[in-house]
């Protein structure tokens, strides 16, 4: 059996024996058969991938650029082809069988790309993301174009690199959508302000790059065979379109509807009927003349995104592929590059064209965003994503290799220009820009307690559940909205992105129609818009979806806290009681808490809900409830106890509530003060003028002596038991004599010590629980930007209606009922 040795283009001769091994008990050399010697391979270059990944992650480092340097690292290019040991794990016959693997890998790959991809993504495209995503392809074909011509009249060079220098130029100016959403990913930031706008950008120029490359291909393919083919290509490709779309979409639709009534997950049979799809599209795209990989990708643009069948799919594959069989295609492709037979005239022409592609990527983004009035630093960091490249660049260029637009050299070379210009960006855009910057706090306070007693109170309500619908109902009416003070609260329901590569960040206007993506939503923003009516225009209600990753996910709450300018942002705890026992607990929830707790633009209160029982008290509508609504709060000192304070003060005109704020204070000759006393002081004092009025019936204060944290933890278990609703301050100081000793059982920081103690698993209360952290103020020096409306043009938004017709408004009443239930 003949075998072509991929790194060298020679052909070695195996005789045809057994690919598996019977052990080494049995006096076999398990590295002698191909079925051991491959699964060596994938252990190694994974294993490989992951280290070096954590290592560079930390820097900033793309994984495109691990999984490289791996390739590289096993290949000849840093062994000279000589290492025992590679020569034993990637023998020269193996790799028939390896690569075969790794091209069935970037076959799934590219079928998972097209799934992640939303080309309505291009008809949302604001002016000025189209006019970057163009310039961003315009202008380095341009610059490259300039370059080699004069190259080529100047420059004395190989021949074959002079001939292949305008196809070097071009493949070098292309660009991804998948590449750049991917490294965005890594840097974490999908759904920021740059990345939305990078997102955009890049899906026009993507498009256009890889249009232009089909057509390149084809072109090439048609010179290299017959000259009249090609229109009998281009016939062949337009049917197998029209075969996807007419024919093989309806029939994922169908899947989805089967899913959808089932009510189940996706049946492994409808994967298994995809996988054949994918197969078919492949095997169709080879058969006319194209790339195999061009039918999986077409096929994957035609998957419906999300839930059930898109993210269904991404969820099966995405892990798999992208840890064991990438890798194994990063080695593969390591092998054909030896850069030890490489000149350094051919390298720094290649290098010179990779710079000038660059320069045009950065003056194409960098001109528009400078004209719009962006900032020089946000623009040069576009620029940077921008010019990003990655696996699908190499596929690109590797197909170029086989149609002989390039040779080897020119192939190694630019595979080493593509590592070090994305090697060398990456790092550079996570220290230039931080998305946090936008809406970091400063001298100007969005808190309740600096917001007038009788303005407008705006909260930003954040939902990752149905099931935290009735408290957060709830809480908003304790808050006493009236017409004089009524409450402007901006609902966002947060979603785990899955199944696409795009964050969404969707306005549900009352003025448009609903969308499928948006059907989780629905009866979270019904029950909410029932509360609205119900409460007869003194409540005001902005609704949104976020689509995102959870490590991004606190950028939309903290752009839209900013940008709605709202006093509060109110997050529910990522667990939950049932029983007194603590279920669904959801790590990264956890962390979009701890992220919006460091980061929000205002104050942010951590909403635990009560246990979940048919019979519990404060689960009932504060507007059926026969009883008094009962308010605690305990003040121990600081900033976040007065916040509690003043958002508690708001709650006493409520006809239904009664409030009690329970204060400690340190017995006589106790030494530690408070280091802001007389503040505290002031506003108890203007609470306590409020209580002496007349019109307010149900407000007590109490003072307790407590001088250790038992004392404490004494009051906070008589209080749980007595109140519906216990509000408590996050931050205390930790030196004081009734927090020590709490560090010990400090299970949840982001709760504080008191809220920490009344959240945990042997509480038996079943009192709803506010921590309130107020605004933190970094330093008068530090003047906040001013942010753009996020809504812009530029930011991909869709404009979502949820069903809150007169006839729904009804039909949602024992929806209402039943979420209190």
């Known amino acids: 059996m003949s075998i072509r040795a991929a790194h060298n283009g020679s052909w070695v001769c195996q005789p045809n024996e057994r690919y598996r091994s019977r052990g080494i008990f049995f006096g076999d050399n398990p590295f002698s058969f191909g079925n051991t010697v491959f699964l060596a391979q994938i252990s190694v270059s994974s294993l490989l991938t992951c280290l070096l990944q954590c290592l560079l992650t930390p820097i900033g480092e793309s994984s495109f650029f691990s999984q490289m340097l791996v390739g590289l690292a096993l290949g000849p290019s840093f062994n000279g082809g000589n290492s025992p040991l590679l020569e034993v794990v990637f023998p020269y016959k193996s790799f028939y069988v390896s690569e075969t693997f790794a091209f069935f890998g970037c076959m799934i790959f590219m079928f998972l790309m097209g799934v992640k991809m939303d080309l309505t993504l291009i008809t949302k495209s604001g002016t000025k993301a189209m006019v970057i995503g163009v310039l961003v392809f315009l202008f380095p074909l341009l610059i490259n174009y300039l370059l080699s011509v004069y190259l080529k009249s100047t420059i004395d060079m190989d021949g074959n690199l002079k001939d292949s220098l305008t196809a070097i130029g071009a493949f070098q100016s292309s660009s991804s959508f998948y590449v750049i959403a991917c490294v965005l990913e890594d840097l974490n930031l999908l759904n920021s302000n740059i990345g939305r706008l990078a997102l955009s950008s890049s899906m026009i120029s993507g498009t256009l790059s890889w249009i232009s490359i089909v057509i390149c291909f084809t072109l090439r393919q048609t010179s290299l065979e017959q000259q009249d083919a090609l229109p009998w290509m281009a016939v062949c490709v337009a049917c197998m379109i029209i075969l996807v779309i007419y024919i093989l979409r309806p029939i994922m639709f169908w899947i989805v509807e089967q899913t959808n009534i089932s009510g189940r997950p996706i049946k492994e049979s409808y994967v298994f009927l995809m996988f054949i799809m994918m197969l078919f599209c492949s095997l169709f795209s080879e058969f006319v003349g194209q790339h195999f990989l061009l039918g ?49 005239k051919s390298i720094w022409i290649v290098q010179l064209l990779a710079f000038g592609s660059l320069m045009g990527k950065l003056i194409g983004a960098t001109l528009p965003s400078l004209y719009c009035k962006m900032p020089l630093v946000d623009s040069l960091t576009l620029g940077l994503i921008m010019s990003t490249q990655g696996i699908s660049d190499i596929l690109f260029l590797q197909q170029g290799l ?53 303005g407008e109170l705006r909260v930003l309500l954040c939902i990752h559940h149905q099931d935290n619908t009735p408290s957060i109902i709830n809480l908003l009416e304790v808050s006493n909205p009236t017409i004089k003070s009524p409450i402007c609260f901006y609902l966002i329901h947060l979603i785990q992105l899955t199944g696409r590569a795009s964050p969404l960040l969707i306005h549900h206007h009352p003025s448009r129609r609903s969308s499928k993506r948006c059907n989780l939503s629905d009866q979270i923003i019904n029950a909410f818009q029932l509360f609205q009516q119900m409460s007869y225009d003194k409540v005001i209600m902005n609704a949104f979806t976020s689509v995102a990753p959870f490590a991004t996910m606190h950028d939309d ?16 705890f990522h667990k939950r009681r049932t029983m007194n026992v603590y279920e669904g607990s959801v790590n990264a929830i956890r962390a979009v808490n701890k992220n919006i707790l460091s980061k929000a633009p205002c104050s942010v209160g951590i909403l635990i809900d009560p246990m979940i029982l048919p019979t519990t008290a404060n689960t009932v509508p504060i507007m059926n409830r026969v009883e008094l609504y009962k308010v605690g709060l305990i003040f121990v000192g600081g900033s976040d106890d007065r916040e509690a304070l003043a958002y508690a003060t708001r709650m006493v005109e409520h006809p239904m509530v009664t409030l009690t704020v329970v204060r400690l204070i340190h017995p006589k000759g106790t030494t530690h003060q408070p280091a802001d006393q007389e503040h505290d002081f002031e506003m108890l ?6 209580m002496s009025s007349s019109e307010i019936k149900h407000c007590f204060y109490e003072e307790v002596t407590a001088s250790d944290c038992v004392g404490l933890i004494g009051v906070m278990r008589k209080m749980e038991s007595n109140y519906d609703l216990i509000l408590v301050g996050r931050r205390h100081d930790g030196d004081s004599e009734l927090f020590v000793g709490l560090n010990e059982w400090h299970e949840y920081p982001e709760l504080g010590f008191i809220g920490d103690m009344l959240a945990t698993i042997d509480s038996p209360s079943d009192a709803t629980v506010l921590v309130i952290q107020q605004q933190t103020i970094v330093g008068d020096h530090e003047l906040l930007e001013d942010f753009r409306c996020l809504m812009d043009e530029s930011f991909p938004t869709e404009v979502v209606k949820p069903l809150n017709s007169s ?15």
Do not use: W
């Not at 643009?301 to 892990?319: H, I, N, R, T």
């Not at 004092?685 to 409020?690: A, H, R, V």
């Open 296 to 344: 999986p990708m077409i096929l994957g643009l035609a998957v419906p995104d999300g839930p059930p069948l898109g993210s269904a799919l991404v969820d099966k594959l995405e892990s798999f592929v992208s840890s064991i069989m990438l890798p194994c295609y990063f080695v593969i492709s390591g092998a054909r590059i030896n850069l030890s037979k490489l000149d350094m």
């Open 402 to 454: 086989l149609l002989q637009m390039l040779d080897v050299n020119a192939y190694s070379v630019m595979v080493l220009a593509m590592m070090v210009m994305t090697g060398a960006t990456s790092p550079i855009v996570k220290m230039l820009y931080n998305p946090s910057n936008k809406y970091r706090c400063n001298r100007r306070r969005r808190t309740i307690e600096h917001t007038s007693p009788n």
């Open 685 to 690: 004092n203007e609470f306590k003028l409020i």
């Open 807 to 821: 006839n729904s408004c009804t039909k949602n009443l024992s929806l209402l009922d039943s979420l209190y239930h």
């Open 557 to 572: 709450v903290c752009m839209l806290a900013l940008e709605k300018r709202v006093s509060m942002v109110i997050v529910p």
